[in-house]
């Protein structure tokens, strides 16, 4: 059978979780317009870490809170362009939450949040597939709640159809326990994952026993924690099975108030979907490596160590077995230890659910340990992307070339270490042409005048008019 360039297409297209085409975010101010996004282009690859570097005002966080809808409502706002995710454009769902009221003339708009019918729903159907981790867990997490409290509200909101999922598949095999009790000590892990989804499907209690044979832990603890898994679950009514049967078609979402109760043991609560939202916290926990994870459920976020809250975060954010997860610089302020549990922890969930990863941060180090693809953003457009084989070994543009030679050199002495001269320009007022060339040491006279455009170069996309076909010709 022969393969046609059109099938090749098809599989890109088809591997592609998330395209942004010409995405344009501004910010209205009382000190004018800023355009913190401007024409991006990116795709992200199903399973792949892709990282986005550059310097503080690049544009990388602002894109982030784009893809999540969580720009500031009132100054923030899509402009134009699309957020393709799955086949889906989510920009204009996004901006169908807005009307811009204002007079004419008037160069700060005034934005505010309108209720749409319809809009919530199509959010609802995205919800919880893209995630994204903070850069500050302490601001993340609320101070004045306990950790379970924080874990089971997110859980129920965004995963109540997999609870009650979990809670009747459950109690069908509590049913026939001498059944799976054999099937539990003649099979492996994986084969008993077989067998629940020949009889239960993908969802409720096969997604939580793939979080347990995913965690890092031996064959046999493993086989404790489906044990416990069961033991922790009740026999339901038949009043309490009818209940929770009716409800499944319509799980869109509870809502649970947090409190600082203190918690019954997990078999002692009452409400089956509680319980079962409790103990997917504690698997959850467990799941991301946390010390003494019962312990940490029963803590205020003051009391747990930055990585400890780092973590919290990271279980917050895959709850859900999101496609995308994007980590919005996680290791900042973490000491070097704490910085490689948490990068190991990330890749671990990148092999393991076969998460997408969209990676930022400032530490060049960092990126080189966790990236498949590198994108350097500068003044809110990416001026080179590529596989991060050849980000290190050969930059194309000048902005790539000098955050490189900015980080010293353990085995070289110098007299003054290196930096980019001059600062990221103010948004409010871009110069002309390239944005850069007020800084670049290889600066031409086309520069000043217009925006370079994309140009392909070894697998990589770069825009600079260094790599322009007419330039190279001396049309400068």
Known sequence: ????????????????????????????????????????????????????VGESGSGKSVTALAIMDLLPPGTGRIMSGSIIFDRNDLAPIYSSKYRVAGRIGREKLRIRRMAVRGVEKKLAEQKGRISMIFQDPLSSLDPLYKIDSQLIESILYNNEEFMIGKSLDKNDILGRMSEFTNLLK?????????????????????????????????ESEKKIKIRRALACTKLLTPAETRKL?????????????????????????????????????????EFVGMPNPENVLTSYPHELSGGMKQRVMVALAVANSPDILIADEPTTALDVTTQYQVLYLLKSINRKLKTTVIFITHDLGVMAAVADRIAVMYAGRIVEIGPARHFFDDPLHPYTSGLL??????????????????????????????????????????????????????????????YSDGVKHGSR
């Open 1 to 52: 059978m022969s393969v046609t360039i059109g099938d090749i297409v098809q599989d890109q297209e088809n591997n592609k979780v998330l395209s942004i085409k010409d995405l344009e975010v501004d910010f209205f101010t009382a000190r004018g317009r800023a355009r913190a996004v401007r024409g991006l282009n990116l795709e992200v690859s199903r399973g792949e870490i892709l990282g986005i």
């Open 186 to 218: 003649e099979k492996s892990t994986e084969e008993l994952m077989d067998w629940i989804n020949q009889n239960y499907g993908d969802g409720g209690f096969y997604k939580e026993v793939f979080f347990i044979s995913n965690m890092s832990i031996s």
């Open 245 to 285: 049967k009716a409800k499944l078609p319509d799980a869109t979402g509870r809502f649970f108030k947090p409190n600082n109760r203190r918690r019954l043991p997990i078999q002692g609560i009452r409400d089956p979907i509680v319980r079962e939202a409790m103990l997917f916290s504690l698997e959850l926990l």
């Open 405 to 466: 030679k900015s980080v010293p050199q353990y085995d070289e002495r110098v007299r003054k270490l290196y930096n980019i001269p001059g600062q990221v320009p103010d948004i409010r007022k871009l110069p002309s042409g390239c944005a850069f060339h007020p800084r670049c040491e290889r600066v031409m006279d086309i520069c000043k005048e217009s925006d370079p455009v994309d140009e392909n170069v070894n697998e990589r996309r770069v825009q600079c008019w260094l």
